[in-house]
C-alpha cells in the first residue's frame, strides 16, 4: 500500500511541476499570425467552407469580404487557386462544383462594380 502511495504522491508531484513550469517559467506566448500565411492546402480548405457558406447564404459581397482575409489577391485569384489545387489532390466534384459555384458569382459581382451605372 505504501508503495502505490509514493508512486500516486510522484505523479501528483510531477504533475505540478510540469504545469508550474509551463505556467510560470516558460509560458506560451501568443503570435499574431495571418491567415495569408497558411499553406495552400489550408487556404483551399478555407475556400471550401467559404463556398459552403455561399451556397446557404447567397451573398457574394460577403463571400468576398471572407476571402479578403486570405491576402492581397483578389477573391477570384484565391478562388482559381484553391480549385486548381483541389482538383490536383482529388476534392470530391461536388465540393469543386460549390467553389466554381462561388467564382462564377465573384466574377458577377467584379462585373457589376465595373459597370458604369446608367
Given at each position: 500500500?505504501?508503495?502505490?502511495?509514493?508512486?500516486?504522491?510522484?505523479?501528483l508531484i510531477g504533475a505540478g511541476l510540469g504545469l508550474a513550469y509551463g505556467w510560470f517559467v516558460q509560458p506560451v506566448r501568443p503570435i499574431d499570425i495571418t491567415p495569408d500565411t497558411l499553406r495552400i492546402d489550408y487556404k483551399t480548405d478555407y475556400v471550401l467552407m467559404i463556398a459552403e457558406a455561399y451556397e446557404v447564404d447567397k451573398d457574394s459581397a460577403l463571400a468576398a469580404r471572407r476571402l479578403a482575409i486570405l491576402g492581397e489577391a483578389p477573391p477570384q485569384a484565391l478562388v482559381d487557386q484553391a480549385i486548381e489545387f483541389a482538383r490536383k489532390v482529388g476534392y470530391s466534384e461536388p465540393d469543386i462544383s460549390r467553389m466554381q459555384a462561388l467564382q462564377a458569382s465573384l466574377q458577377a459581382l467584379s462585373l457589376s462594380d465595373t459597370t458604369p451605372p446608367p
Open positions: 500500500m505504501a508503495r502505490w502511495f509514493r508512486f500516486l504522491i510522484a505523479i
